[in-house]
């Protein structure tokens, strides 16, 4: 099998037993990277020198056996919205594209210490504000298995970097489903994490309430060695959760009585036939394996999506403030006196993010403040004690990731509703601050489709073990993907 397709544990064991070295498997990366990349944009910097180095102190801690940990010497990219020092970090916006932050985020910091390579920083929509990298100042990437599609957003440069065996782990952030969203388009793995359990010190701010970094990968268990590696009590943020006892391996035991709830609202009029099948064979193989199914109903979620954007942009419109040119990022050259070169600076940014300001602005203003943010507020109280409530029912939920595979880069431009209903599965979970995990579940029209599972705060050993049962009873293949494959392989 090529190096591409292999997960983490198998090049784990390559480095070793040194058959092959962190050098010479960072240089690989490289290489399909300058091969691969030009049709993509996943990366906005690739960060050769710097790889080179952690690669090489990797080796020498290889040899020493000194603090080596299952992510010494692997290539990781990390999403360009998360600061690293000395490496730019643009958030895909023109006004960032000199930005090099001079310390990293608590999570880079972290992969750092275990010896992780740091390979690059990959695309997304500006300032994460997105679901197709339309967004991006650096250009769209397209869909690994068709590139006349879009690879979703706003982490599609993590996603697609892994899909296409670029690099074998990402990382992305996620505060309505950028990591959740892309993973499912390009057929690879990802996980939301509990609000508060990987430090949020570092990530440029979307919206902070519901922002959170996470782990991107080929596997249930890549995605699960990334996730031990970044969560834990941070006090460089203010909203991170205690330590929690770090699992040593996912839990594999019999999944016997687990009671697995399919909400209705998830399985409704707007899901594509195909997904729902595909959806569906999941939930069967639970039940052939002991999983107590259970319908039920959410209704908080038909309020999901407008509760999401009103206090999305809101948050939006305040964490953007400090991009006017004073202190940081660009300073346009133009404008007369003060106020001319704050809006001639923040012209600069894309029409997205400016939409989002300005929409954010005004569900905060005097006249609405009452009545959309505040009631936005109360939604989401709601929608918490909905979700608890379902969690007395049963351990996890099981649903559609998305609505239909990745639509097409034209269609999207046309369609808002093909956006919206991309994100009506994901939102939720950020609202509720609980954590989510995609795994792909099969091929539509030679596109991947995923399955999401949610738990309750803190539970996501629940997920780990739940996909990982899915992973090895469908013994699936981890093929790379290069452009306009069909995914037959894939089919169930
Ligand atoms: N696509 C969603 C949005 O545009 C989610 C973005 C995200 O999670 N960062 O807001």
């Given amino acids: 099998m090529e190096i591409a397709e292999l997960n983490v544990a198998a090049l784990r064991k390559m480095l070793d037993r040194r058959e092959i070295s962190a050098v010479e498997l960072t240089n690989y990366y490289l290489d399909r990277i300058a091969q691969l990349d030009p049709d993509f944009r996943a990366f906005i910097t690739v960060s050769r020198e710097q790889a080179l180095r952690m690669a090489s102190a990797a080796d020498q801690k290889l040899a020493t056996g000194e603090g080596a940990t299952a992510l010494t010497g692997i290539p990781v990219a990390v999403k360009d919205n998360i600061c690293t020092n000395g490496i730019r970090t643009t958030c895909a916006s023109r006004l960032l594209a000199d930005f090099t932050p001079i310390f990293d985020a608590t999570v880079v910091a972290k992969l750092k210490q275990v010896g992780a390579v740091l390979l690059g920083k990959t695309n997304l929509d500006e300032f994460a504000m997105g679901s ?27 996603a697609v970097a892994v899909a296409t065996g670029m690099v074998p782990l990402a990382l992305g952030s996620d505060t ?13 793995w990802g996980l939301k994490p509990t609000y508060g359990r990987v430090s949020r010190y570092g990530l440029v701010p979307y919206a902070p309430s519901l922002d ?7 596997s249930t268990e890549d995605i699960f060695l990334l996730d031990r590696c970044i969560a834990g009590y941070d006090p460089l943020d203010p909203t991170s959760l205690p330590e929690q006892a770090a699992a040593a391996g996912i839990v594999t035991g019999s999944l016997r009585g687990l009671k697995v709830g399919l909400p209705r609202e998830l399985f409704g009029d707007s899901l594509a036939m195909g997904v729902k099948e595909r959806v569906m064979a999941v939930a069967r193989e639970l039940a052939a394996a002991g999983c107590i199914l259970t319908e039920l109903s959410l209704p908080s979620l038909q309020y999901a999506l407008p509760t999401y954007y009103l206090l999305a942009y809101a948050e939006a419109s305040s964490s953007m403030a400090r991009y006017d040119g004073v202190r940081h990022g660009k300073r346009a050259c133009s404008g007369s006196d003060v106020t001319g070169m704050m809006t ?28 959309y943010y505040v009631r ?16 007395t029912e049963c351990d996890l939920l099981l649903s ?8 097409t880069i034209d269609e999207e431009a046309l369609d808002e509703r093909a956006l919206a209903l991309t994100e009506c599965y994901t939102v939720a979970a950020n609202l509720t601050g609980i954590p989510a995990l995609t795994f792909p579940c099969g091929f539509l029209n030679h596109l991947p489709v995923g399955a999401q599972l949610m738990a309750p705060a803190g539970a996501e050993q629940r997920l780990f073990q739940v996909a990982s049962h899915w992973e ?13 494959q069909k995914g037959a392989f894939y089919e169930l």
Avoid at 212 to 218: D, K, L, S, T, V
Avoid at 344 to 359: D, N, S
Avoid at 400 to 407: E, G, Q, S, V
């Fill in 472 to 484: 090895a009873a469908t013994k699936r293949q981890t093929r790379c993907a290069q452009g306009d």
């Fill in 400 to 407: 559609p990731t998305t609505a239909t595979p990745a639509f």
């Fill in 212 to 218: 959170q970094i996470g782990p991107i990968g080929r």
């Fill in 376 to 391: 936005a507020q109360q939604v989401r109280t709601w929608m918490k004690a909905d979700f608890a409530a379902a969690f």
């Fill in 132 to 158: 197709s990298t339309k967004e991006s100042a650096y250009g769209l990437t397209p869909n690994p298995w068709d590139r006349r599609h879009v690879s979703g957003g706003s982490s599609s440069g993590s």
């Fill in 176 to 188: 309505g489903g950028s990591i959740r969203q892309p993973a499912a388009f390009c057929g690879v």
């Fill in 344 to 371: 001639a600076t923040r012209q600069e940014l894309g029409t997205e993010v400016k939409r989002r300001i300005l929409l954010g602005t005004y569900f905060l203003g005097k006249d609405c403040y009452d009545d």
